[in-house]
């Protein structure tokens, strides 16, 4: 592999993995929040589709075939968190799945669009002429890094579970709907400040 | 056993509530890329080494004002000497044994957000590879990624930059 597609790959990965990226990170554990091991294949479903999506939209701002307003994307990016969140409050409370959450990975597709709008601006400002290889080592290093928050992810959430089936005994089944809770409750309090703060009005 | 339970719910929704309320406004604001990009190229028939450095209009310009007030505050307004005096103050070339190229600039314009900035240098010979250096916007951005491309003798090579790094050899 050249330098150049390591240089590309290392600053989507740096990009994503920096306290910075808290909205692209967030966004990820909440997604994460409803799943528990034996759930991988959902989970991992749900990922694929966020990745999708955007690179999707990654490709399509970056080569110039659609433009996304800045301001209102920053805006759309914590409210697709604060979505997440209550839909993993909502069910989780009520104790239906309803569809199974099949509608998981259409939501997460959709709201790949918007992350991927994100950083497409910027990275088409700064590599206008010449897109092809830093988009793709780019998009390989966001991918990789999504990996890694998710890694950690997993060992925080399981980390939660553990501590709070201690703590209380509940059996597993409690400690799983405190975590839903927990989590998606800190993250929605963060994200809809964010929303408020970044209205494009 | 009642109370014990309230108290946790309390105890948990308070956390929640002091998270959400606590977290810095930096973190807040919108995540853009914060890199630059710069080129290096060498035409033998003329020996002249040219840089091209793309970084965010905005961001050089504030970076470059607080610059100049710390050297000379009376330049503070002139925007263009400004701007190319702190962009070499902060990206520096150098040949293999180290001697520091003296760059002088060749233009600048504005393409979207962006602005382009071109710096030359008359070579002896050709470089074979070069020590860059590239601290752009490092002091207003802890995340800051510097990306240098160089083609030399017909190889590309690219390194990054992040605050903390100093030379880095390109060949």
Same mark, same amino acid.
């Given at each position: @592999?050249?330098?150049? @597609?390591?240089? $590309?790959?290392?600053?989507? &990965? ?12 967030? &966004? ?39 433009? &996304? ?41 959709? $709201? ?6 994100? &950083? ?6 700064v590599f206008a002429d010449r897109i092809a290889l830093p988009l793709l080592g780019f998009n390989i290093g966001i991918e990789l890094g999504q990996v890694v928050v998710l890694a950690f992810a997993a060992l925080g959430i399981a980390g939660i579970d553990y501590a709070w089936a201690a703590l209380r005994r509940g059996g597993a089944a409690s400690s799983f709907r405190v975590r839903v809770m927990v989590v998606s409750s800190v993250i929605l309090v963060v994200a809809t400040r964010w929303a408020v703060e970044r209205n494009p009005w | 056993m009642v109370t014990v339970k #309230? !108290?946790? #719910? ?34 033998? #028939? ?70 382009? !900035? ?11 590879? !070069? #020590?860059?250096? /590239? ?10 990624? /510097? ?25």
């Open positions: @592999m050249n330098s150049d @597609m390591i240089a $590309f790959i290392e600053l989507g &990965f740096r990009h994503i993995t920096d306290a910075a990226a808290l909205d692209h990170i967030l &966004f990820l554990l909440a997604l994460a929040a409803i799943y528990r091991p034996r759930d991988w294949r959902q989970a991992l479903g749900v990922v694929t589709a966020f990745t999708v999506g955007h690179s999707l939209s990654l490709a399509l701002a970056v080569n110039g075939t659609v433009s &996304f307003p800045t301001r209102w994307v920053e805006f759309l990016i914590p409210l697709t968190i604060v979505v997440t969140c209550v839909e993993n409050i909502v069910v989780s409370r009520s104790g239906n799945t309803p569809w199974r959450r099949r509608y998981r990975p259409l939501f997460s597709g959709v $709201f790949g669009l918007v992350h991927g709008a994100g &950083f497409a601006n910027y990275l088409r400002d | #309230r !108290l946790i #719910r309390t105890a948990i929704l308070a956390g929640i509530v002091v998270t959400g309320l606590f977290v810095p406004r930096g973190i807040a604001s919108a995540h853009p890329l914060h890199t630059s990009l710069a080129e290096i190229g060498y035409d033998e #028939r003329s020996g002249m080494l040219t840089v091209s450095l793309r970084v965010f209009a905005d961001d050089v310009a504030k970076a470059s004002m607080e610059y100049a007030r710390r050297i000379s505050p009376k330049r503070a307004t002139m925007e263009e000497p400004r701007i190319a005096a702190y962009a070499l103050s902060v990206f520096v070339v150098a040949d293999r044994s180290g001697t520091r190229l003296l760059l002088s600039p060749c233009g600048e314009k504005h393409i979207g957000e962006m602005m382009w !900035l071109c710096f030359k240098t008359r070579v002896a010979s050709h470089p074979g590879s !070069l #020590r860059v250096s /590239n601290s752009i916007l490092f002091e207003k951005y802890p995340d800051q990624i /510097n990306v240098v491309q160089a083609a030399l003798k017909g190889r590309k090579a690219t390194a990054l930059f992040s605050p903390g790094d100093g030379f880095k050899q390109l060949q």
